[in-house]
């Protein structure tokens, strides 16, 4: 488990690398949900998503002789980038494993960190097992992407601001993939306030957190197909998995075609870019699953970090007729 | 001819209801321009562009009388909107004439904000004549929505507020379209420190001020062909004329292609929303056509309102093979 000193600490460590991101309203907004809704926008920290937090943090914390074996990190998404610009910022060498057919805005932005990155076949290779074998025979450190302590305790900072620029939440409300931001989070806003409610939205493709609580036991599936492709991941994750259902209050979900009318809000009435994942929470909010009349809401915008050409196809789909 | 003084006493008038945009900056985009570029987003002041800032200026300093008589604005963009969200805030009726044709988004807009939409047929209809009969009839107060003294005081607290944001400016370059943006701006800066370099940028399709400048008299000419509609004015206001004559250093251009240049970067990057004349100043200096190496240079992205459809064919454009 981590507590808040935990996050405090992770704060302490960012505070002069990422950036304080921004609060956003809108009373277009307010007037929909019924709520005060205050949306913190991790499209806006650095490398377009809240994953350079945890990152960071897990690398400021390597002793010499790790930062001198290099880092590795297995993701086409946003934590590649993160641990790319981390590991550039700390002058620690880093190595991404990708598949060979990742979109190339995702590889050149992880090359334009100074990463090496090493493709695998995705089809035909497990990804951890060459991650694992690879990390093995160069001796690097692995990073992984939320069940860690030190990556936990880094996304929580997110919360921490939050809390610290809006004052008087009631409610909390953070999208859940591996379920790293939400152990953060929600450690941090359980330690500063108790009496805060905190809200776990999953795709309604994928809601195995909620189910994992349920019957108490982590819970597998296979991949699922939802647009948010930052949460995706297959089973909770051990440790975020003892954080979160110690911690969060609620969960519910949001659907895709949710996801798509709020990331279609941001863009219309609030100018922002977000990417699916990143507008999970607040389409739960929006589609009425989340009990917050009349509530000062905070709401993680988890990142933004989404291609023009698929964010145009995702308009060209909430255009389509239904039937 | 304004005032730095009179932008400062619109900035007083602006306090409690405009919101202070937020300024951004990027390490990729200083690395492509080779210059330190600060963005005020106005896109996120409210309505969505800066026209609030001299909609609510202008009507702020209405008579008792006035405001009991109400007002009327012709435009079907971000003017009407901008008069429509003013009135209602202090409590004056308020009539926008706009295109029977005007899109939906723009018409819920303005109608949302509590204002009476007149249309008219722009095919066989002259707008001015529409709006000037319907206000002696009605007996409404014009407010026009560049060549107004108070109406460029209030356009200009967005530079003001840049140069308290941002220190050590050497350059703030600003689109021009009627030019109230412009001159505001210009005052503003000119009035502060007369050493920072003001460089105003028009469409390519349509670059009247440089041109009106170069020989002495506001030239006219046919409604012009670029994406960037709010710059598609036909001649410089008089007044706007005058100031930014006076005012603006430099002039320069940026074509479409590099309007969609700079919308698809601050999507990518920034995950900021701009329409194409709002990214129009930016795309002059991404193109290189602001000499601005090594200074430090403030940007106004003047607003964020375009529709997701029309954004994607946008980028569907900037990807099509280009012979």
Request: proline fraction near 4%; hydrophobic fraction near 45%.
């Given at each position: 488990?981590?507590?808040l000193d935990?996050v405090?600490?992770a704060a302490?460590r960012l ?11 809108s ?5 929909l ?5 205050f949306l913190?926008a991790?499209?806006?920290?650095r490398t ?6 945890g990152?960071?943090?897990?690398l ?5 002789e790790e930062r001198?074996?290099?880092?590795l ?5 946003n934590?590649?980038?993160?641990v790319a610009?981390a590991?550039?910022?700390l ?6 494993v ?5 979109p ?6 992880t ?6 990155v090493v493709f ?7 990804r951890l097992?060459?991650?694992?074998e ?5 001796n690097?450190?692995?990073?992984p992407p939320y069940?860690?302590?030190?990556i ?9 601001e ?6 008087g939440?009631?409610?909390l409300v953070v ?17 500063v ?9 999953e795709?309604?493709a ?7 609580v349920?019957i108490g036991?982590?819970i ?28 969060v209050?609620t ?11 709020a ?10 870019v977000i990417?699916?994942s ?12 989340v009990?917050c009349?009349?509530?000062r ?15 145009a196809?995702?308009?060209t789909?909430?255009q389509?007729?239904t039937?």
């Amino acid at each position: 488990m981590i507590e808040l000193d935990d996050v405090r600490a992770a704060a302490r460590r960012l505070a002069a690398v990422a950036h304080r991101t921004p609060v956003f309203t809108s009373a277009t907004l307010d007037q929909l949900t019924q709520c005060r809704v205050f949306l913190k926008a991790e499209s806006m920290q650095r490398t377009g998503s809240f994953k350079f937090r945890g990152a960071y943090n897990r690398l400021a914390r390597l002793t010499v002789e790790e930062r001198r074996r290099g880092v590795l990190a297995y993701s086409s998404g946003n934590h590649a980038q993160a641990v790319a610009l981390a590991a550039k910022l700390l002058e620690i060498p880093a190595t991404i494993v990708m598949p060979a057919d990742a979109p190339s805005i995702k590889l050149d932005a992880t090359r334009g960190y100074g990463a090496e990155v090493v493709f695998y076949d995705r089809y035909r290779q497990d990804r951890l097992a060459v991650a694992t074998e690879l990390a093995r025979q160069r001796n690097l450190v692995v990073v992984p992407p939320y069940d860690d302590p030190d990556i936990m305790a880094g996304q929580g900072t997110a919360a921490l601001e939050l809390m610290e620029d809006v004052d008087g939440l009631d409610m909390l409300v953070v999208c859940i993939g591996g379920g790293g931001l939400m152990a953060g989070s929600s450690t941090a806003v359980k330690g500063v306030d108790p009496s805060i409610t905190v809200v776990g939205v999953e795709p309604a493709a994928r809601d195995i957190t909620r189910r994992s609580v349920e019957i108490g036991i982590r819970i597998a599936v296979d991949v699922p197909a939802t647009i948010a492709d930052g949460l995706q991941t297959t089973q909770p994750g051990e440790l975020t998995f003892e954080v979160n259902r110690r911690h969060v209050d609620t969960f519910t979900v949001a659907t895709d075609a949710q996801m798509i009318a709020a990331m279609l809000l941001l863009f219309t009435r609030l100018k922002l870019v977000i990417e699916p994942s990143g507008a999970c929470a607040l389409a739960a909010v929006i589609a009425g699953n989340v009990a917050c009349a009349g509530k000062r809401v905070g709401v993680i915008l988890s990142g933004g970090n989404i291609a023009p050409d698929r964010f145009a196809h995702f308009v060209t789909a909430a255009q389509a007729p239904t039937g």
